[in-house]
């Protein structure tokens, strides 16, 4: 869409143009579409001019993803109004195969086969083209969540596409092994009195050599925190292969679902986000989500 103000600058250039002496410059509107007003490129980030030719003007245009008061394209982050406490250890005795075998609304996410109460933050993605599908996976450039927790073993945490796909991020292994924490946990809180430690980022890429924790338990690399040893914040490899993100569905309900299995720890989800490569976006300067 074009602002006000791009549609005065160019009946202003366009005025100058008919104006001035021949040949002075190339600023006609040569296919009658009033966008290529000048084509001398680089974009200009704030002259509401579509400087390069590409067909769209300053925040519309990729290149300026981030530049001035530009958002960063393809980019979103969902914090939490408060530091939300997550539902701890809520279910384990209800098996199942699918979300539609949980028919008890207080536990309504199958998880490792046993239905559970979990974390769930909803994105609604408008921004990309019509019915456009990520081709390319690695376009998804990250997801992240900023949060802590008493015992990383305890969660599974999963990324549901507008496809419909559940792609698990970190994988619950089993109800055993060592304490790692997420960040500085609050190892001293209780389930029914919940109180946030500090929060750390951690990230989800498609490049990252090894996950939070693999099929075997082993963790990914630990620091000291306190008389605990914390998960390094960082990015690390999904369990699910990236490869199996190709053609999900763009546009649509990207949904983060963090569940805590086992009782006693807790923890708390600060703000998850999603990255994609500002490429995939139709317009940078319009809505990317609902
Ligand atoms: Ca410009
Ligand atoms: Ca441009
Ligand atoms: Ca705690
Ligand atoms: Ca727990």
């Known amino acids: ?7 005065v600058a160019v009946v202003l250039i366009s005025l100058l143009v008919a104006c001035g002496p021949e040949g ?5 509107d040569d296919d009658g579409t009033g966008a290529d007003a000048s084509t001398s490129g680089p974009e200009v980030c704030d002259d509401a001019i579509d400087n390069d ?5 300053d925040c519309s245009d990729i290149d300026c993803s981030g530049v001035g008061m530009c958002p960063i394209c393809g980019s979103v982050e969902d914090p939490a109004a408060t530091p939300l406490a997550l539902p701890d250890g ?18 309504p996410n199958c998880v490792a086969k046993e239905c559970h ?11 990309f083209p019509m019915n456009s599908m990520l081709a390319d996976p690695t376009k998804l450039l990250s997801v992240c969540v900023e949060m802590e927790h008493s015992y990383l073993r305890d969660l599974q945490m999963e990324l549901i596409t507008p496809s419909g796909g559940v792609f698990i991020l970190h994988k619950f292994v089993a109800r055993t092994g060592g304490e790692i924490y997420l960040g500085l946990a609050n190892d001293a809180d209780t ?4 109180v946030p430690g500090t929060g750390a980022t951690y990230c989800w890429t498609p490049a990252a050599p090894v996950p939070m924790l693999d099929t075997t338990g082993t963790s990914g690399p630990t620091q000291a ?3 605990s040893q914390e998960l390094v914040p960082g990015n ?6 990236w490869t199996s993100l190709t053609n999900t569905k763009l546009n649509g309900m990207w949904t983060m679902r963090v569940t805590d299995l086992w009782p006693a720890d807790n923890g708390f989800m600060f703000k998850w986000s999603i990255k994609f490569d500002p490429s995939l976006v139709s317009d940078c300067a319009g809505p990317i989500i609902l």
């Open 53 to 57: 030719g590409d067909g769209r003007a």
């Open 236 to 241: 690390y490899k999904s369990i699910a292969p």
């Open 191 to 194: 389930a029914a009195t919940p």
């Open 90 to 107: 809520i279910g384990m005795s209800t098996m199942c195969s699918t979300d539609a075998d949980c028919t008890d609304p207080t536990i």
């Open 1 to 7: 869409m074009r602002t006000a103000a791009a549609s």
């Open 24 to 28: 002075r410059g190339r600023l006609a």
């Open 117 to 127: 109460a979990s974390y769930t933050s909803t994105l609604n993605f408008i921004g």
């Open 225 to 227: 925190a306190g008389s």
